[in-house]
């Protein structure tokens, strides 16, 4: 159940939108449509957006690059996420990740299941945590991106869903890094 706080703040945050794929430009890059729309829709700001080439080194520099921009406090990347030989997302995204966010892919599968029935097994949807920046991998489906953004991230990126949510703990998320 999602609930809204609305005696707090709505706060938005920064988000690159990225599809990987072999074919895809601008012009006919639904999925990445589907993310800038909510995501604007939703009050955030788009702070980049790309489509790069199924490589996993490729993926992961880009991954790296926008991790390291300060500007950027979210990266959705659509594509590449199922099970043929060119799909390396989600290990481009793992080779980035400190920390992974497993329950993400979970529940994206939970909600799959009831869209697409069983056919949610081929989708390897993850997130994770690098550099203080989230990072969430999804498939290329428009209406793939549509479910993670409408049912998880829509709330988890609205620092006024309750009983807790992604961006009241960013300020946390690169502790580690800092002095003591």
């Not at 703990?169 to 003591?180: A, C, G, T, V, Y």
Request: proline share 4%; with cysteine; glycine share 8%.
């Amino acid at each position: 159940m999602s609930r809204i706080d609305e005696t707090k703040p709505f706060l938005p945050v920064s988000i690159a939108v990225l599809t990987v794929s072999d074919s895809r430009q601008i012009s006919d890059d639904k999925s990445g449509d589907t993310l800038v729309a909510r995501l604007t829709e939703a009050g955030h700001i788009l702070a980049a957006r790309s489509i790069i080439q199924d490589e996993r080194a490729e993926i992961a520099s880009q991954l790296r690059d926008w991790c390291a921009d300060p500007d950027i406090d979210v990266i959705l990347s659509t594509g590449g996420t199922g099970l043929t030989g060119r799909d390396v997302t989600v290990e481009a995204h793992r080779d980035v990740y400190e920390k992974e966010i497993e329950a993400f892919g979970t529940v994206f599968t939970m909600i799959s299941m009831q869209k697409i029935g069983t056919s949610a097994v081929q989708s390897r949807a993850t997130g994770g945590v690098a550099n203080g920046t989230y990072l969430f991998a999804l498939p290329g489906s428009p209406g793939a991106c549509r479910d993670a953004w409408d049912e998880i991230l829509k709330w988890q990126l609205d620092y006024r869903h309750r009983p807790c949510n992604f961006v009241e703990i960013m300020p946390r998320l690169d502790e580690h890094q800092r002095r003591k």
